[in-house]
């Protein structure tokens, strides 16, 4: 009943595909499906993530559909789909209660936003998910998944201290905000590495793509000089 937008969209390898779609909506009746991990919205916007697959021969039905949030404002921005059906969920949450498991970051370390990282099963069950953030605004605009489950996030952040690992650029380097790019393993147990992108300027990445070899390729826009 209310705005209702959907982001990103990424398909399985099944034959025919199934489609996985995400965004947020402040709909307090956007459609879920009766096993979903939240049927309820929480805050001001939810994110949301809804599988659309076919039903018998010709009809296209969510598999699942699922709120994905709390008590904030909660948007998904990208999704990728990993070998085993599993959608890789990332964006960015103002709350303090958005769902975690087994997460790297617990809570959210202030700002504006933390990024999310969220792994949704076959089912819709919530398998994973995380903060990560510093205390500035942070957001993930793009997700990428390679072969072994790894996942790839791309997105900005203001934080002088967001979670750095293995970078090639360790240190906020001014501007209005810095391009970040970062590697979790698939168990989201470790940061293979995570590092900031950017000069004096506005940089921000906005896709990520992997190839076989593991490596990330990343494009976005830059106004620094």
Not at 5 to 27: E, G, K, M, Q, W
Not at 90 to 104: E, I, M, R, V
Not at 165 to 170: A, C, F, R, T
Request: with cysteine.
């Amino acid at each position: 009943s209310d705005q209702d937008h959907a982001f990103a969209i990424a398909v399985d390898r099944a034959s025919p595909a199934n489609a996985y779609l995400v965004r947020a909506t402040p709909s307090d009746n956007f459609l879920t499906t009766a096993t979903a991990f939240q049927t309820a919205l929480r805050g001001g916007q939810d994110a949301f993530v809804t599988l659309l697959g076919i039903n018998g021969t010709s009809q296209v039905c969510p598999s699942y559909s699922t709120y994905l949030g709390g008590s904030g404002d909660d948007r998904a921005f990208g999704v990728a789909v990993d070998s085993g059906g599993n959608a890789w969920v990332a964006g960015a949450t103002s709350s303090t209660n958005f769902p975690t498991a087994s997460p790297l970051q617990r809570v959210n370390a202030g700002g504006l936003n933390d990024v999310f990282v969220s792994k949704l099963g076959p089912a819709g069950n919530l398998i994973y998910s995380t903060y990560l953030g510093g205390i500035g605004i942070d957001q993930a605009y793009s997700i990428a998944v390679d072969g072994i489950g790894n996942a790839y996030v791309a997105g900005y952040t203001t934080s002088i201290n967001f979670p750095m690992v293995n970078g090639v650029q360790s240190a906020y380097t001014g501007g209005s905000d810095d391009a970040f790019v970062f590697k979790l393993n698939a168990a989201g147990t470790t940061l293979e590495y995570s590092t900031y992108l950017g000069g004096n300027g506005s940089d921000n990445a906005v896709r990520v793509a992997v190839d076989g070899g593991g490596s990330a390729y990343v494009t976005g826009y830059t106004s620094s000089v």
